[in-house]
């Protein structure tokens, strides 16, 4: 059944979620200061046992300098530099098996699919260490670090993402002016954000995107992992301003009106994990070229391999514009 | 927590279930039966989008001449036959998207994914359809047409499956030699009767089979789909012992004693689906080289990708010999 | 708690399912095709160890001539042609055991029983095959042949329904006058459909109808048997329209329409399966006379003995006006 | 999946419930203290719109001389005594409505079916109070007045069923010498305890009977209502070995030891509600004529209408020897 | 998620529930009758192991004369009568463990701590009997004795709690002119009621209460304790209007109008138990000085222990003023 | 139902873990290194409202001279050292509220309870931070820094514990001769590992302990937060073997053997968190002077306050000893 309101709602419906001044300040402070760090890029060809992709395991410097791992796959006959996607994951999962995600290289891109810190044991593997600790938080990742934006996990992540978009674009076999970000569920809500700190890519797609209008998505749904910010706030029951003070500075919401480039999003009706209605929040922010795929009758699998197809498709023809 | 006995007991436990007199007459019979249709085989290429690997649109006659559908995916750089892996799909799911299963044509195989009549509308899009009615059933496919062993649904499938190999291996780019069968649950129970009624096949990789023991599946799990079984025998109370009658011309454990060609197969200690003995039950009636891969904290997911990439080394070394 | 609209609302609510221009087309050949076929009626006694009731077995052929089983259960001391009353059966279920069923016919009707397709293995027994295949399908009947009218499984059903009013009606023992349709759930969706398509039936009595208002049923609840329909669709993503419009046929608001019998219905407001609003849906389109008994407080099960209890008296007032 | 030992255990294993000294002593005291009270016995006739079977209200003096009420069901054409089978309910149920149940007379047997006091308002209707309160209690029956032998609810249920008996073979329609006892679930627990109290009724059949083997029933199953008593338990954590003393009085196990009369049992191995070895338990200790049906793939439904046919089969038998 | 109405309709939401014309006269003819009955109050020392509290074990006459237990908790240092908190407990449990309840003590009150009839097997120790009988009720307490307002089963429980306010007076280390009245859940309801027909007591503190707008809470939740009233109506499908009529006189919605003493609730707007709502439905007929804490993301625990500070400082100050 | 052995083979039954050799030095190692920092305790009372008990907001420097807090909790009316019960909190839960945890300072105990580090967001309020991150992990503390003994979450836990007692014993309140450790769940594995590593603690007392005999705990139960092992190892499949030795450092079983304070545990046979194999696993390994209480009927609450209300006998006993 419908898990949040029906379509023509979905598409009046507006996010009372409200952008702080300092935004731009302080994710601008918190680039700077990473950056301050060196990328420390180090590509290593890994044996995969494949013979039309080669797959890269790829280290770089993230949030504090921190090492962050990814996968690097590349068409085997590639010549010259390739459009790329950098694709971020879903919640609980990392970067996976270097056999995994053959698609966007299959489809002739280099694929850059960054891990997420301190995740990947739920789903897929994960390879990344999240070094820094938290106050008080419910199991999980959404209230990791959320006593201050400063040691709010999401800006750690965040700012990986931005570091793996450079690292993407300082490789010889990447057209850094090629550059996509794409990404379903948290890897969505990853892909926004870097869209937004990165303003130039070259295409944003977030299928069924998590991370998106926070204080409506903390109301509407049991589901995890947005119930671990409800049952935060029901044992730390004074802090509930202080905590929506905080996320907004990480909801899509507020990146959606930072976004320039071409954007295609997805978001399914039934979906009882990120709320359509949470992830047209973001959209309608999106003041640029953008596209909403909406799937009636999906839970939070949106389009699936439907939603790649048609990325691919959109990726494609932003691609060729920019060629 | 263990769903079933624990790993010194599944390596002592033998099934119970018999092997009926006329077995190997009965499919013979039927395989004749069908192989009085011509193949059919009609193969078209698909633009998927992918620079690396063809993908081809297949149709060929299967049981009773009902025409059956799959993907052929070839490396695009290939040039003279190939060895082959014929996948069968899991329950509820069909040959999926042309974009899908992109691993073993990314490792040089031919991938030759059959449809499965009938399904295809639980988790990936299927486009065969199962011509034959049933009496009374329940809802699903593992008591459809269970009246009799002539009418049993599973009866089409498998001789879907061993026209599948036949197709495959009347394809140029496939060397008939080394096409080896393939699939995890429901497929790695086709796959493994198909190796018994194709003894030549070059391998068989069964991924936590399905349709194995039947017997005691019935009565050791109430997760679907066994429990179609159950349900169905809780209302044709007096039809138990036909049943099961009926089931031994199609129980893994009475193919595993026909199988000659090397096997690796992967059981899951946690997994309430297809519980490790039943597993077990079929894999010590194989009789030639055999290899079984045992997950302790997995449930019906199984080793994933590690279960594929140990059976592309096992595949791989396989075929080597063959060469 | 109410699982649909308050009842006020209910009152108002109409529903949007519109009416195909061919489809009194579409029925009237379907009927004549199946009608080239004779009925084949076979009524055999049957030693159910009762005193009060004789049972007989019955066949006849329904849809494409295919054989269908049915009870007929008369007071034993009956002399001369009864009213009778011909009921379908719910989801899932068959025409059951001989023993079962006893209320009508000791209340003085002439009980003929129909036995459902296919169906019969989930909580009564069931007698009859659906011999007809299907293309992919989700596990259950809703989507059995989902890809065009002609293919339905319901087709098939609706005129085995139309094929028992015309074997009762055969019957010595019955007084064709006085015919009535009547079940639950399932077998209430089919009773309107028979009374759509046999306008001449004596009463038509539908209790927690399904079949009603299938679009809507599709988005406003999870409960089986109506999310066999989202789950196809979850899947089958590029054809909601193509089904929807197959669905026009078969839909209980479209059949409403054409009804001119004598109609009860009961609708319950804690109803998960077949919600409230979808049996007002096919209920509002009645265009003569009309009774609508609501249950506040019950799920499915709706009045259960109370509704039968209403209906008996329903049915004996308007059967007396025929007499 | 089964939910207790394998069926070769059951046949093996025994209960560990012991016979209390002076359980006949208490129960002649029980049932003489209410014997003192006038039976009372009120039959009036409903007009239940059935035309083969007559029902009457009925009303009687139970445990204390408290009006316990029940439905008589005779077949309309009776003349003369009949053979009578008293029928306890189950469970949350009450004596229903006039309209259920119409079998045992349509089988010919004048249908004395007696409501549980307090209960009749949770699946079909009751009419009777349970006069008397209770210590601290769990919700439901199984625990209240559980304080002591004297004050336990089951102590009132078992000497209204005896009254039961006594009111039925008080009556002209029925042949006392042939009334049979007869139930399922909690219905089989008191048919159990009746036969032992009335020790010449014609036959006792029970359906996968509750109220068996206690101590037990507690640890091997979390389902209501033997839940009941757990629940207690864990509050009541001091009142372990009274409870279970108490209980003595009542268990199935020792009721069994003291039945004569010719008996039916059946057990369901997939039975969450009255696991099969509780019933087992009981039917180890019959000492007469006895059988047991074992239905492999059912849970609390047992064999439904199979053990219904079988019932009147063996009823039919029984009552043939005495006739 | 939020289980009923977001805060601004709670606020605007009025219950629909009516007030009886004899309401009064119910409840002194109540009282009066009770009030025949000798309090006959004993307190004796509890050794409980404790240095800083000293307690009591109290027993009291409450309805109909019938014995109730209660805790009496007294800072062992003080001298000279003390304020007092009468304190009613929630559904299923009873007063519970002399150890346990500590804080009400320790902050310098006289804590009175009465048992509840018939339960106290849920989740804390009772050992108060309920000696009176009910007519048929589903398990539990809601619907025993619903047949009308004199056997109704919170007759009994509010004319105790009226009792224990009395009770608690006459005791030399109890200020008369500060006793306060307190509870969660149904020790809120019982609270509240008490408060009513108390109308002289310090304070009224209702922590998420029960029993209000029932109407309302039978059909906006499916959790317990609240759906032993739908399943009970869902069978008793003729009694909706009697029941309703009953409970007029116990509803929340009606004591409210009455009470005159400051009072202090809270309401969670994830509660499925006793949905805010409801609550609201008997704050907003309060007449008097009265608060509301409203708990957004926190289910039925409320504002937990926080609720029990807030209520502290409400207490005090209320006190505070009547020194 | 029970949910591990029955209570005879629990007592037979002998946990596996095996003690590294260098057991003692990995934690000689790492108290030394946080021994190096100093204590920095400060105590700061609170105005909680109380009249018989003082509280404190206790801050210490834990595991790498990190803040930890604490509540301590003393008799109002103390004077002169008293007894001490310091105590570890159940798993999600922190120090809680100033008002909770009121029986042990008011059995006449100084009451000192531990916070712990990262926790206090699932049910009771926390206050410190756990600063150190982690590698790949589960939501939740069970796996946080499984890659090596030396980043292992509890290994900060269990060193905080160890400065806790240091701590307490170092306030002149309090008579360092007599301070016992006392934990549930969590606590109780909190309170085993410190009477092992502070062996001259005057007692132990673990209710129904956590984190003992893990590889078994991981197999034999799918409840949190033991799940959370065997989320890990399901995605970690080549971790098993490195994740199982890291723990046996962190296993009650082992710091069992090291224990020489009297010690009283419990254990509860319905319990599906902790299951009670698990607990025995490490009660059998206690070599000195050991209760343990076994609850029947009991899940994981275990003896609740029975349990408390024993231990304090233990404790008071224990303690007079020692004065």
């Given at each position: ?45 890994v044996d995969a046992g494949l013979s039309t992709i080669d797959v890269f395991d790829v280290t770089f410097n993230g949030y504090g300098g921190q090492p962050v791992k990814a996968w690097l796959r590349v068409p085997a006959s590639a010549t010259g530099p ?242």
């Amino acid at each position: 059944m419908f898990t949040d309101l029906p379509e023509p709602q979905l598409r009046e419906y507006r996010s009372a979620v409200t952008d702080p001044e300092d935004f731009d300040a302080f994710w601008d402070a918190t680039l700077a200061a990473t950056r301050a760090f060196d990328l420390g890029l180090v590509v290593e060809p890994v044996d995969a046992g494949l013979s039309t992709i080669d797959v890269f395991d790829v280290t770089f410097n993230g949030y504090g300098g921190q090492p962050v791992k990814a996968w690097l796959r590349v068409p085997a006959s590639a010549t010259g530099p390739l459009p790329a996607i950098v694709q971020f994951v879903g919640y609980g999962g990392g970067r996976g098996h270097a056999l995994e995600d053959l698609l966007w290289a299959s489809a002739g891109y280099a694929h850059f699919q960054m891990d997420t810190r301190g995740q990947g044991s739920g789903w897929t593997l994960g390879a990344t260490a999240d070094p820094e600790g938290s106050g008080p938080q419910s199991p999980g990742f959404l209230t990791r670090g959320i006593d201050s934006r400063e040691t709010y996990y999401y800006r750690r992540v965040f700012t990986d993402a931005v570091r793996a978009i450079e690292a993407a674009r300082s490789l010889d076999s990447i057209d850094a002016s090629r550059v996509s970000v794409l990404g379903g569920s948290q890897g969505g809500g990853i892909a926004l954000a870097a869209a937004a700190l990165v303003p130039d890519v070259a295409a944003l797609v977030a299928f069924v995107p998590f991370l998106c209008d926070l204080p409506r998505a903390a109301v509407v749904t049991d589901n995890e992992p947005y119930k671990e910010l409800g049952r935060y706030l029901a044992v730390h029951r004074d802090s509930t301003a202080r905590v929506f003070d905080v996320l907004r500075y990480f909801d899509g919401v507020n990146f959606a009106r930072r976004v320039t480039a071409p954007a295609w999003f997805s978001a399914a009706l039934m979906d009882p994990t990120c709320p359509p209605s949470t992830v047209f929040g973001a959209f309608h922010n999106l003041t640029g070229e953008k596209h909403i795929e909406v799937w009636p009758f999906n839970a939070h699998e949106g389009g699936g391999t439907f939603d790649q197809a048609l990325a691919l498709e959109f990726i494609g023809e932003v691609v060729a514009r920019t060629r």
